[in-house]
């Protein structure tokens, strides 16, 4: 029914930028709340930024706090994550997702796209 689709990962050096996008299919999210996961190899996933559906709430990570900016466009049915000032720790693969209520689990989820940030 919902489709996610992350694109914009890839390899950078430690200080460079990079910026995913995520595409939703299938129906309007936007009435959902949008967030960037990550999952680095032996670690478990962890939430990087999340956003209202008004765009008007966000959260991030003390570790990307600064360096990293969630938006969305909910006239494009997108939710982006501008990151910089990369740092190897942040090498992992990253998802976004979408859920519908703040007492709501994510109900939909992309299949990732894998950042890698080198020294």
């Known amino acids: 029914q919902v489709q996610l689709v992350e694109s914009g990962g890839g390899l950078v050096q430690a200080g460079g930028s990079l910026r995913l996008s995520c595409a939703a299919s299938g129906r309007p999210l936007s009435t959902y709340a949008m967030g960037w996961f990550r999952q680095a190899p032996g670690k478990e996933r962890e939430l990087v930024a999340r956003?209202?559906?008004?765009?008007?709430?966000?959260f991030y990570a003390d570790s990307v706090k600064g360096r990293f900016t969630i938006s969305r466009d909910n006239a494009k049915n997108s939710a982006y994550l501008q990151m910089n000032s990369l740092k190897p720790e942040d090498t992992a693969v990253y998802y976004c997702?979408?859920?519908?209520?703040?007492?709501?689990?994510?109900?939909?989820w992309g299949q990732g796209t894998q950042v890698t940030v080198t020294s």
């Open positions: 956003i209202s559906w008004s765009g008007a709430s966000t």
């Open positions: 997702a979408a859920k519908a209520s703040v007492g709501s689990a994510y109900d939909y």
